[in-house]
């Protein structure tokens, strides 16, 4: 038995186990992926904080209660749907937490400005993603956590109207675990689970694949076979267009997470001319972003794996994307358009604070989805696509000379969805007649609660938060 168990393996799950057993709790973690992860693994990597030693060393005075006031920018005209409770305890303790993961090991750079934030607060970690992992897992390991991976939980088990555990679904069968104190779901969103986003957006949404395919909505279905109720399931980042993953990790992605390599390329960032850094983050611009959508309303053609348009492009053109053969398409664009789209203003994608990437960007770092040809047939042969139908498409969007371009693979995809499963402030999850259901707590996009998180960093920012308080619920249970 163990007084604290986890269900899940990214940011949100690592940091509620390690947050637990250090306030002396015995802590079992079960992952349903051979590694730990999560969609933590997938993100670009933002955090966004005030009180940050970032913001101090550029003598940017702010403070989370000016953080709380300027979320609702973002949200726009969903802000009366947003848990202002939840966002409070996101904005007050988020620079704590930025604390604790740089006691972690973590390193950022930053702050970056993102209107319609007052004063910068976006930092984006160093050299990836897997930093938080890499320096989480073992943290956890160190402190003594047990980990189990290749572990489905599938059910909760209850005595009386109180959780006290899990079934899971592993290598050698089945087993059951006991919890003292409580069970933490930190499982992830849904955006890869057809049944939830069926029933919360649509038939057509349930045909858009997320960009982590294992986030099957594995926490908010077992919160709500206990009575749990799913908030803003609707709400989601996408679909949107993304270039593919490249076949082979770029090199930034392959940068292990070592602490003093974080550090040479914080220091690399402040000090060394954006010349020498430019063709380095281009190799992590260039990945699977989104396209610009500046590229459709200039005049760029998009057509499906035949060279067919199947659409006004400027019209809910992902969502269509769907439904064309092996759901993947190509951005065409005449000489003029690659021209015009490879210097400022005109982009083909960014991460913000990071740089732009332009058209010279792409035929550089990614010749897997650029081609170029001098005419339209020969570009059609290239791409093996109709002559005739690409042809069409080129004349429908009056497209001039030669040479062509066309960008792609592109797929559509959801980036995360808001929908998680009511909470409080303790991160309690809430059953019938919003009572907690004791014993079961829940974190990040599962625990979500309501709380709007649009805008760069608030998604890891809530799932390193919350994480930590439910561990800590859950310990304090156990006692």
Known sequence: MHDVIVVGGGGAALAAAIEARERGAS?????????????????????????TPHQRRRGIVDSPADHWADMPGFAGDLDARDNAELRRVLCDHIPDTFQWLLDSGVRFMGPMPEPPHRQPRMHN??????????????????VGV????????????????????VEAQGPNGRLGFEARGGVVLAAGDFTNSPEFKRRFM????SRVEGVNPTATGDGQRLAESLGARIVNGELALGPEIRFIAPATETFVRRLPPWRWLASLMGWSLDHLPAALLRPLMMKFL?????????????????????????????????????????KQGYIVLDRALAQRFNAWPNFISTAPGIAYAYIDD?????????????????????????????????????????????LGPVRPVFVHSEGGVMVDTR?????????????????????????????????????????????????????
């Open 27 to 51: 802590v079992l973690l079960l992952e349903k992926n051979p590694k730990l992860g999560g969609s933590t693994a997938w993100s670009i990597g933002s955090v966004t904080s005030t009180g």
């Open 362 to 406: 792409y035929r550089r770092n990614r010749p897997d989805v650029f081609t170029e040809a001098p005419d339209v047939p020969a570009l059609a042969a290239r791409l093996r696509m109709d002559a005739r139908a690409l042809t069409q498409s080129v004349a429908a969007r009056s497209l001039g000379e030669g040479p062509y371009v066309a």
């Open 202 to 205: 649509g038939e057509q949404e």
């Open 146 to 165: 047990e980990i189990r991976t290749d572990a489905r939980v599938d059910s909760l088990l209850r005595k009386g109207e109180r959780v006290v555990g």
């Open 427 to 479: 991160h309690r999850v809430l059953g019938a007649d919003d009572r907690p259901i004791e014993g079961l707590y829940a974190a990040g996009a599962t625990g979500q609660g309501g709380l709007l998180l649009k805008g760069h960093g608030h998604h890891l920012a809530w799932a390193f938060v919350s994480g930590r308080r439910a561990g800590a619920e859950a310990a304090d249970g156990g006692k």
């Open 125 to 142: 970690v160093l050299p990836n993603s897997r930093s938080f992992i890499y320096h989480l897992e073992r943290r956890a390991r160190r």
């Open 286 to 326: 260039t990945t699977a972003l989104a396209p610009s959508m500046a590229l459709f309303e200039a005049g760029a053609a998009l057509v499906n794996q035949r060279g067919e348009r199947f659409g006004d492009e400027l019209d809910r053109s992902a969502w269509r994307l769907a439904d064309q053969p092996d």
